[in-house]
């Protein structure tokens, strides 16, 4: 990251830092690049393609459509109902 791309996300998200935090950003996020450059050094070519690093097993359901509730169960709860649907105060007139 160089000064432009921190001017520019300073901007973006609103922040007013200052030349000793601006200098730490940039000083945190020149050790990741390094960091990043060694993952980069290390020999792959032994070793298998993955997307997780655990095996994963899906179980999936039966897609079945359930009707758990009726609606007049659903609106015993319910302070007023009008015609299948729960009547609210009206608030704005």
Do not use: C
């Not at 200052?18 to 990741?32: I, M, N």
């Not at 020999?43 to 359901?61: A, C, F, G, K």
């Not at 609606?71 to 319910?78: K, M, T, V, W, Y």
């Amino acid at each position: 990251m160089d000064k432009d791309v921190l001017r520019r996300l300073e901007k973006l998200n609103q922040l007013a830092l200052t030349e000793e935090q601006k200098a730490d950003v940039l000083s945190f996020f020149a050790e990741q690049e390094k960091e990043i450059e060694k993952l980069y050094t290390a020999d792959t070519e032994q070793t298998e393609r993955m997307v997780h690093v655990m095996p994963i097993m899906t179980v999936v359901r039966d897609d079945v459509e359930k009707k758990l509730f009726t609606r007049d169960e659903l609106q015993q709860g319910a302070p007023e109902a009008t015609d299948g649907y729960w009547q609210v105060p009206r608030l704005l007139e």
